[in-house]
């Protein structure tokens, strides 16, 4: 199914093709068995996080496996030190100029 996630680079969503089948965004039993949107596999919602870059149209992350959800923080990471390294950049040429 298509998903939309968000790039942190070009700053919005890119829709890609998951594997998931049946993931979820809530579950009042956490004993149900419900797909990562990233990887597709199955696993007790309980067990699942909220996915922080697979959103629905209203913004709502879906639920991802523990694995996923590690290397979306990481990715977000990286991205945010990429992101202040650029203005640190930014603020040592605006230095050199002055
Ligand atoms: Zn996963």
Redo the contacts with the bound molecule.
């Keep these: 199914m298509k998903l939309s996630k968000w790039n942190y680079k070009k700053h919005e969503y890119e829709e890609f093709d998951s594997h998931a089948v049946n993931p979820s965004m809530y579950e009042a039993d956490l004993d149900k068995v419900k797909d990562?949107a990233?990887?597709?596999?199955s696993f007790k919602f309980g067990d699942m996080y909220t996915s922080r870059v697979i959103h629905n149209e209203m913004g709502l992350g879906w639920g991802?496996?523990s694995?996923?959800y590690e290397i979306e923080s990481n990715t977000e990471e990286l991205a945010n030190e990429e992101l202040v390294n650029s203005w640190k950049l930014q603020d040592e040429n605006k230095n050199d100029r002055s």
């Design positions: 990562c990233n990887c597709g596999k991802v496996c694995s996923c």
